[in-house]
């Protein structure tokens, strides 16, 4: 991000200037920030498995972990209209902790409550405020990283970031498949919840780089609304790349979902087994977001983006038929991974094309637009899946994924 820098008073000088940036590893506050979001990830990764969890032990239904997940994602899809216009008008560094605090709160309330017994009303209360909560995090999360590191760098940052974020998604879903079949998945919520709290406090030890002189000019929320969705309009690659994910995400948000039931329904395997599956499939995530950075500088953004999206296709495609536990394993590795890449290679253009004043709200934009529709994805997949079977329709959205990356060719983003 094209900030001025100021540390705690010092001036130093801009990540976007012409002096070659030192090795990531190097950067005091890129390094504590890693960490900081390291944890909070591994704390996701148990709520990842033990939510839904929670809802199957409860209830039984498939349909039910889809509406949990739906609901979630549309108060996510809300909550990015707005948090756009936030994030570029308010501190970000204490917006991040805030948002850290209050999900640390609110998930610590559901282990609470479960000692005294099942409260499937509960979750339905408290996640649709952590994901409105979270995507305000995520707004913000992603217009800091710029703040860190220089242009030059963002790729590999971001592919650090996922890929550490991936690595506590192979030890958390394992830990907390053994939490939850020791102990029950609201235990592991409580292991989420503390992950927040550590997050906040290493966050007071970064010293983002602050707009001194660039602070977001005060207009009517209406036009700030609009002026992130402006800029994808004019821009065609981003352009293009909403409109794809807008179906990419219909089709996909719900997997999680039909993985855990096809594991556990279908296949009759126990809690430990989803967390086992889940932290392999992580694996996919690591590798996929290691790699990215070489191979997008070897073939281009449009080549690994549309080959990424293509192979989530085929992965998904093949998950619902699987019967064994390896190659169900293998196939969300090979998902994970493409959507890694896929996911990596589009935030760091976004960040890349972006005016700094601007990032925050075409960020929202962005992400508001492409996800619009996937709460509604997610109720209607797995609705789907538990009246027709998850083979025809993992099937079904697999073949929808790869048409996706077809569609891609036909669009600028072949020559991005």
Known sequence: MAYEAQRDGRTG??????????????????????AAQTLSFLGDSFALIALPLLVLEATGSLARMGLLTAVGGAAAVVAAVFAGVVVDRVDRR?????????????????PVVWLFGPRVWLLYAVLPVCEAVGMLFAVGYVTV???????????????????????????????AGVVAAWTGPATAIGVDAASFGVSALCTLFVRFRTRAAEAPERTNLWRDLRTGAAFLRRHPVLRSLTAL??????????????????????????????????????LGTITGALLVARVRRWFGFGAVWTGSVAMCGLAFAGIGWAQGVPAVAILC???????????????????????????GRVTSAFWTLHYAAAPLGAATLTWAAEHQGTAPVGLAAGACCVLIACAALLTPIRRA
């Open 94 to 110: 204490r917006l991040l902790i805030g948002c850290d605090l209050v999900r640390m709160v609110l998930y610590g309330v559901i």
């Open 333 to 359: 590795a090979l998902f994970l991974a493409g959507g890694g890449m896929a996911g990596t290679c589009s935030m760091s253009l976004r960040q890349e094309v972006t005016p700094e004043p601007l990032l």
């Open 13 to 34: 000088k801009s990540p976007s200037s012409g002096d070659p940036s030192p090795p990531l590893w190097r950067q005091r506050d890129f390094a504590v920030f890693w």
């Open 145 to 175: 990283v710029r703040s860190l590191v220089g242009t030059a760098q963002l790729t590999e940052a971001n592919g650090r970031l996922n890929a550490t974020a991936a690595a506590a998604g192979v030890l958390g879903p394992v830990c």
């Open 245 to 282: 994910l807008f179906v990419f995400s219909f089709l996909t948000l719900g997997l999680n979902d039909l993985v855990i039931y096809h594991l556990k329904h279908d296949l009759g395997h126990d809690d430990g087994t989803v967390g086992t599956v889940m932290a392999v499939g992580a």
